[in-house]
């Protein structure tokens, strides 16, 4: 038996399996392959390619992303491109974006229809790390075997997936090889700079994203995610990427309702409402006068004397 069709009697007997399915996420996979999308693990044609104008409209619709995620894409080639590695950034569909290998990569890359504009979702391609990493909505390593379809077991995929600020997949990054000689030791080693680098661009893509309010870092339990906090002028928190979501109870998805950061921080202690706000607006005002009470006065448009009283009731030390 050939190893292709060894590995096509495997699926089709993991993939019919209730138990397996039950117990390894890959096989659950293998299943949806086979039952959801039809697919053969036998099948040897080439998924679908976007044309041209197609793939500019799908980079146009992730600009914000993909800019930020350029200098990365680029540093992480720099990293893993001398071993024989590819780098990709998809959308949240699985078509191909952007692209890093070597000149001398190119027809093996192109023969695997790891180019622009190819569909890697699991629909098109059974279970590989970009459809998988978008399907599970977490970081996989797809080595060899662990493809559905036959002719894709030559190939490593490791890919993690990307978070946009309203909570939801944006992007995949992947790092792919077809090298015979790639292992699984190897493999872990690049994935830890694949999770690495896709934190990184969806964390900068959040600050993009609200460029008028202070980022804050919040507590997480997830050491694979960034938990960031934006927090408008009002002191609201207006955002949250996903792991931030998670910590703090938030919507899983879409915009935020606005809240107070010393609700969410459970800082209700010490004056409420009104008063805390006027207490800070006058410690700012203070700070920025470097302590002259006649300076902040005006900054604030009152006396200096109803800035003393006020300073007294809210117990501002002078």
């Known amino acids: 038996m050939t ?3 060894h590995h096509i009697d495997k699926v089709m007997r993991t993939a019919s399996s209730d138990a397996a ?3 390894s996420s890959l096989a659950a996979s293998w299943r949806r392959s086979l039952e959801h999308y039809g697919l053969d693990p036998a099948q040897r044609s080439a998924g679908a390619r976007l044309d ?3 793939l ?7 600009g914000a992303l993909l800019a930020i995620a350029v ?5 992480l080639f720099g990293l893993v491109g001398g071993s024989g590695c590819g780098v990709l950034l998809t959308d949240e569909h699985g078509i191909v ?13 192109g023969d695997w229809g790891l180019v622009p504009g190819a569909d890697w979702s699991e629909a098109a391609e059974g279970t590989n790390g970009i459809g998988t990493c978008l399907a599970d909505r977490r970081r996989v390593t797809i080595h060899r075997g662990d493809h559905f379809l036959a002719r894709n077991i030559g190939m490593s995929c490791i890919d993690a997936p990307i978070f946009g600020p309203d909570g939801g997949v944006a992007a995949a990054l992947d790092v792919s090889s077809a090298r015979t000689d790639q292992t699984e030791g190897l493999n872990r080693l690049i994935a830890a700079t694949v999770s690495q680098t896709a934190r990184a661009i969806e964390a900068d893509f959040f600050r993009a994203s609200f460029p008028g309010a202070r980022i804050v870092v919040g507590g997480s339990d997830d050491m694979e995610a960034s938990a960031l906090l934006a927090i408008d002028a009002d002191d609201l928190v207006v955002g949250a990427t996903r792991a931030a979501r998670k910590a703090f109870g938030l919507e899983a998805r879409g915009a935020l309702k606005p809240l107070p950061a010393a609700d969410l921080f459970g800082r209700d202690d010490g004056p409420g409402g009104f008063e805390r706000a006027e207490r800070a607006a006058l410690v700012r005002a203070l700070a920025r006068a470097d ?3 006649s300076q902040a006065a005006r900054a604030l448009g009152i006396g200096r004397a109803t800035l003393y009283r006020r300073m007294k009731r809210l117990g501002l030390g002078a």
Do not use: C, I, Y
């Open 291 to 293: 302590g002259n009470a």
């Open 97 to 109: 974006l952007d692209q890093r290998r070597n000149d001398a990569d190119a027809a093996a890359f």
């Open 52 to 54: 041209g104008t197609a």
């Open 71 to 75: 200098p990365k894409l680029d540093q």
């Open 56 to 62: 500019r409209h799908g980079r146009d619709r992730l």
């Open 3 to 5: 190893p292709a069709a």
């Open 21 to 23: 399915a039950a117990r």
